[in-house]
């Protein structure tokens, strides 16, 4: 078995990289950032993205990729996250919501809405947790009532990533009040323009574009625009779900943070004059980090290799994410011990070390391992499907 890319692949590695370095500018400090240039930057960094071919590259011709394999799409995905992921709430279009418009789209519905993505000009959020459905996502009671006419849609979503900008939502919404469940929901393509539909931010410790609430009164949502099925709303999201989980590349982001804090050790006296790398837990840690990175790596790997076999496991997703975002909010420690105190001032602040973004990193990785579904529910999933255990 061999765990190296291609030369090609590796070719492309480079000349995306070198791309990154002329794109980025200097206040970029990442998709997690509280900055106002955020979201209009990687919009127009989509659509550069795109030009070159880059942005869907391995979906099909004809909804605007390039047909490339996986590995090409992963090596997008590994660069884009060690650079603070600058495409975006776009990388969503891509990993998953796109998939599924593809999967489950009607003809009309594709040439819609993947033209748009594939241009890198749609910017898209998930409405599916709700204040009473987390983890138990089939709880959700926002309605989609048919009048006849079209859909009216009625409730409220929560921790909706992204909806300050999103120009569309992936919304789950109950069709049927009086089915079991799971059994009478349904998925809709929402226009986020569309009159009753309110966001609110949430205030977090992620700044201000990370969540919002999101209101919606008496929504008028035509019906076609529902992706799928009527009342197999269900099956939708979960095939969504399952790429969702593995659509990040923690352990890209992880080794960027522990580059930072290798040369920061190197370069960092302590109180006796000798470089923080000399001593023994900072050692320690460091190649704690690096073991762990590199099992995070092969961990997603194994997924991909099944993806590009067509192969659908529930298991390797959810240890990939368990594992990787467990170790990011360990880098986040690691990096907030190396640091000190001073490891707590924001990007904004010219005392902060590393120009912040340990801090950034720390303050993000946390929510990680709730987000797309708990940890605890990866551990559910691994359990009953990975070892056979009872519920
Ligand atoms: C960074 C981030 C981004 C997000 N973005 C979005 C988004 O864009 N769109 C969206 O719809 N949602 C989003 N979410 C919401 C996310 O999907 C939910 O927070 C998550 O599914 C958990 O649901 P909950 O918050 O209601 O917690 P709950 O489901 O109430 O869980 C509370 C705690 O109980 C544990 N728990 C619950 N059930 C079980 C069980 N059966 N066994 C063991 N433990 C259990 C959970 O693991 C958790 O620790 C985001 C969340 C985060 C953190």
Redesign the pocket.
Known sequence: MDFSFPEPTEAFRTELRQFLREELPEWWSGIFGDDERMFPFTREFCKKLAARGWLTMAWPKQYGGADADLWMQMVVREEMWAHGEPRGPQY?NLNYIGPAIMMFGTPEQKDRYLKPMANGDALW?????????????AAISTQAQDNGQSFVVRGQ???????TAADHCFL?ARTDPEALRYKGLSMFLLDMRTPGITVRPIDSM?GPV??SEVFFDDVEVPYDCLLGPRNEGWMVAMSALGYERTGIAWHSSTETVLDRLIEYAKTTKDENGEPLAKRQPVREALVRMHVRTRAAKMLSYRVISDQAKDVTKDEDPAIAKVFATELGVYAGEVGMEILGSKGQLVASDPMAPLAGQMYGHWV?SI???????????Q??IIAQRGLALPR
């Open positions: 969503m959020c998930q409405g599916f947790s709700e204040p009473g459905a987390g983890s138990d996502l979503k929560i921790w909706t990533s992204y909806a789950l992620g990370e969540f993000h929510p990680m391992v709730i987000a797309a579904g708990s940890n605890e529910i551990r559910n």
